[in-house]
């Protein structure tokens, strides 16, 4: 005896689905026709799929160790676009991109929704299972598409949107990764120095008893301390990152960090850009996918990372809702939305076309962040110029004041 999912309609058309105990599909079929229904389909539940559906469920609190990538998500979307269009059955074509899916557990929620949906669930309820995977977002405009009947324009619109979010993605850790690179290898470098030359040259100090000046003992004893003692260093830095990491999970440590990083001069003009960016083009795609301006601006916020971009839009849905114009709320955020913002969006508001003129002003911003991004690397060189040559001055000159020292007094 064998466990079986099924799905099941009768004559009337009432639908059942569940579980059920059966020597195999033709006893689970006999019956169910016995009860009046008529086996639609049947899959056996082995103790894997049971012990991976049990871990996909409960395993929630886990979800971080594994993300679905906004690559993967793109490509599931296109291709659920094109298989709605060619006329596949939504629950099938789920079944196949779940089959396709690399990742476990994209597979595992996609198949999970599947099951939903053929128990009689809308798409867009199944999805808010999944919010780790599937945004509020992305799960409005399906419900949008489900009620208005136009999924496949929908999905066509979620494409575009996923796709322009991954490319700005991509243009900005590609300008961070030149600085990264360089920075770590400064860092390396300097512990290895720390850890292998400055021991040696501080025996050699200690054998010649000079008097060390105070910049040589910190650069000393730093150097003795990661020689000596580096698992502690390690457990120090690891929990120095943690508390910055739980301060930053904080409401008002949040606060301090945007605020901090809305200041720094050329960090401050890319974030306001990417904000302004993303601002725009998912308001621009949910009022083209029909969601009313109010819930679009709700939703909005909650994908915005920065504290002060998600209260502003957060405020001017409240306007909004009262019946005020979308410009005019924005109108009290001129330190953090360009004046250009406004504009076109009371442009937007006055001749009717408010979608249209959101989409020209998303790819205007987009093209500045990339025009911003080739020009980075160029801006932050010299900076880290300046800052490596600040180090490894700071260290020479430790190093060597006590030879000076020394030549001085023979």
Sequence with gaps: MANYRYFAKSLKGEEKSGVAEAKDERQLSK???EQGFILVKAEPETADKKRLSLLFKRGRTLSFLERVSLTEKLMFTRNLQVMIAAG????????????????KKFKMALS??????????????SLIEYPNIFSELFQNMIKVGEEAGNLEEVLKILSQQIEREN???????????YPAVIILAMVGVGILMLVMVVPKLAETFEELNIELPFTTQVVIGLGTFLAEKWPLALLIIAAFFFFLWLISKTKQGKKTIDTITLKIPIVSSLIKKTNSAHTIRTLSSLTTAGVPLVRSLN?????????????????????????????????????I????VMQMIK????????????????????????????????IIEPVLMIIIGAVIGFFAISMVQPMYSMLGAI
């Design 31 to 33: 019956t169910l026709r």
């Design 88 to 103: 596949f059955p939504l629950s099938k074509a789920l079944q196949i991109l779940a089959l396709q899916a690399k990742s």
């Design 112 to 125: 999970n929704i599947n099951e939903e949906i053929i128990k009689g669930k809308n798409f867009s309820d």
């Design 347 to 378: 442009v937007g508001e006055e001749t009717g076309e408010t979608s249209r003129i959101l989409t020209q002003l998303a790819d205007f911003f987009e093209e500045e962040i990339t025009y911003t991004t080739k020009n980075l690397t160029s």
């Design 299 to 335: 939703v909005v916020a909650g994908t915005l990372g920065n504290i002060y971009y998600k209260t502003a839009l957060l405020e001017a849905a409240e306007e909004v809702k009262k019946g005020g114009k979308l410009s005019e709320a924005l109108e009290s955020y001129k330190e």
């Design 337 to 340: 939305y360009p004046i250009i």
């Design 167 to 177: 490319e700005l993605k991509s243009k900005i850790q590609g300008a961070l990764m």
